[in-house]
């Protein structure tokens, strides 16, 4: 075996994809090839390495990690707050949908309708007798098949 | 089965029972997995701290989410889909330099002097090789994403490949290619600390 097909199977051996006898034959040439050697045992080490190093990471924080369900219940009891509050988003929402549909009515109210728009220029006023001390009621009365305006002019 | 849940009962179960309204369920859930989501989150972010704020936030993630959870495939597949994303979104976010230095504390006087050509296998050893360890988070740090997510699944958590290819959401031979991609850079890190 020559060191490029050894540097193959020193892959494939860390991918655990090398089959057994491949392994015995590179073995064989590990053992009298020094650079291949350094090279299997560097990849081979990778892992453990790398398990060592979150091992000390995990030792760092491992208080903190025994108080986790603290911490996620904690962070649970939180979120639910968030959630039942409304957002901000839904608090302002009604604020440009009112503006549009205001538009909207100004725009398109007099179309799609022979009806001219209504403007009272005279009122054929007639004030309610209410019972109350605080407010005049008045209906605007335009005609037929026009709508009855009712005005609540709260008294001074 | 999962291994983690011989001689206890079915992750499934313990979904249900939190779906039901049963925190405590949730609370066994999370013990099983968080050694090992915070592995994987440290792993990926190099910083124990951002490493704990990752696991609580994807508990919490996994929590609300879990009515969506399909019953009969991995929980923890599903969980470190979420995990994994948080990990990568905090490592983008943060503007990442410090170093978290080693606890020499840790350091045990019976551990082994390092052998001229071995590598450290233990904790222990890799404290008394800092600048290997040092060497290796350099290297890490400088692998893509997710890279760097495929390296620590695989050789951290022991994940089998079409595992990794579930959470990342990407092939099996997008995995293999990352993962010798990675392996090999960390490798290369390695050998020049030793030589060098």
């Not at chain 1, 053992?31 to 080490?45: K, L, N, Q, V």
């Not at chain 1, 209504?118 to 109350?132: G, L, N, R």
């Not at chain 2, 495939?73 to 410090?98: C, E, G, H, M, P």
């Amino acid at each position: 075996m020559d060191c490029r097909a050894a540097l193959e199977k020193i892959d494939r051996k860390a991918d655990g994809l090398l089959p057994r006898e491949a392994e015995v034959e590179l073995s064989a040439h590990l053992d009298g090839c020094p650079a291949c050697a350094a090279e299997d045992a560097a990849i081979s080490a990778t892992g453990d390495v790398l398990r060592a190093l979150t091992g000390i990471r995990a030792r760092e924080k491992s208080p903190a990690l025994d108080a986790m369900w603290t911490r996620v219940r904690a962070g649970i009891g939180e979120s639910r707050e968030e959630l039942r509050r409304p957002s901000w988003v839904a608090r302002w929402a009604w604020i440009p949908a009112a503006v549009a549909l205001a538009v909207l009515a100004l725009l398109f109210y007099p179309a799609g309708t022979d009806r001219s728009p209504f403007h009272p220029s005279t009122f054929d006023v007639a004030v309610e007798d209410v019972e109350s001390e605080v407010a005049t009621v008045a209906l605007v009365d335009k005609g037929e098949g026009l709508p009855r305006v009712i005005w609540i002019i709260e008294d001074a | 089965m999962n291994e983690r849940e011989k001689g206890g009962v079915p992750d499934d179960a313990l979904i249900r029972a939190t779906l039901a309204g049963d925190d405590g369920a949730f609370a066994e859930l999370m013990e099983r997995y968080k050694g090992r989501a915070f592995a994987v989150a440290v792993g990926i972010v190099g910083n124990g701290d951002d490493a704990l704020d990752i696991v609580q936030d994807s508990f919490i993630k996994a929590y609300y989410k879990l009515k969506e959870f399909r019953f009969g495939s991995n929980f923890y597949t599903w969980f470190y889909r979420l995990l994994v994303n948080q990990a990568i979104d905090r490592w983008r976010k943060s503007a990442r330099s410090a170093e978290v230095p080693f606890d020499e504390s840790w350091l045990s006087e019976d551990a082994s002097p390092p052998d001229a050509f071995a590598y450290p296998r233990t904790p222990e050893d890799l404290l008394r090789d800092r600048e290997l360890g040092d060497a290796l988070q350099r290297a890490l740090d400088a692998l893509p994403e997710y890279h760097r997510a495929v390296i620590v699944l695989r050789e951290v958590d022991g994940m089998a490949y079409d595992e990794i290819a579930k959470v990342l959401g990407c092939s099996v031979g997008t995995v293999m290619s990352r993962l010798h991609y990675a392996r090999a850079k960390l490798k290369e890190s390695l050998k020049a600390h030793r030589e060098g």
